[in-house]
Every structure is written in structure tokens, then in C-alpha cells.
């Protein structure tokens, strides 16, 4: 594993976010920490990629956007993965994991 943070592969922002809310809402700095924390603390979401990806995901209809307060009190946009964004979720794991064979079955054959 790399000892420091890496960059995500172009696309995969949005199937990791799908997959975070998958487990439950989140507002978008918990859905950041999320993702850092399972990943240990090794993928950075910037809010310069993560707001825009959790807009383009709301006008997909892949998640929906509600005001709630958060642990530290204060109003925050929760997402929360709509029906068509759990299936878009599958599409896209069944996707990668595809994507992900292939290439190490390239890599390994070097």
C-alpha cells in the first residue's frame, strides 16, 4: 500500500460516493471523512471535487438533497442514495470489478 495519500482514478469519485451513502445519509464533509476514514486515510476527497460530484449526482437523480442539522449543530445538506442510485451503484461496482480483473490480469501477465 502507498504510505501516503493517492489520487483517484478519473470516475470513480462518484461510485464511491454512491457507495458511502449507500450505508446511510450523510451531509457532504461526513461523506469526505467517510471515505478517508474506510479508505485509511489514504483517498482525500477536496470539497473542490466532492460538492460539484454531489451536484451532478443530485440532477442524475442518483441522490437527493434534504437540510438537517448536524452532530456539531448546525444546518447541513444531507444526500441520501435514491432508488435509480442504488441501482446505478451495482452498475457500476459490476463495472469496476470488470475494469479492475482485466487489469491485473495484464499487469500480472507482463
Wanted: aromatic share 6%; net charge positive; no cysteine.
Amino acid at each position: 500500500m502507498p504510505s501516503g495519500p493517492i489520487e483517484l482514478p478519473q470516475g470513480t469519485l462518484d461510485m464511491l460516493i454512491l457507495r458511502t451513502l449507500a450505508l446511510e445519509p450523510l451531509h457532504g464533509w461526513a461523506v469526505s471523512e467517510r471515505i478517508q476514514q474506510i479508505s485509511g486515510d489514504l483517498l482525500r476527497v477536496q470539497q473542490g471535487s466532492l460538492y460539484p460530484a454531489l451536484h451532478h449526482l443530485e440532477r442524475r437523480g442518483w441522490i437527493r438533497a434534504r437540510w438537517g442539522t448536524s452532530d456539531n449543530n448546525r444546518r447541513a445538506k444531507f444526500y441520501e442514495l435514491t432508488k435509480n442510485g442504488r441501482r446505478q451503484l451495482e452498475i457500476e461496482r459490476d463495472a469496476w470489478e470488470k475494469l479492475t480483473a482485466v487489469v491485473s490480469q495484464i499487469l500480472g501477465t507482463a
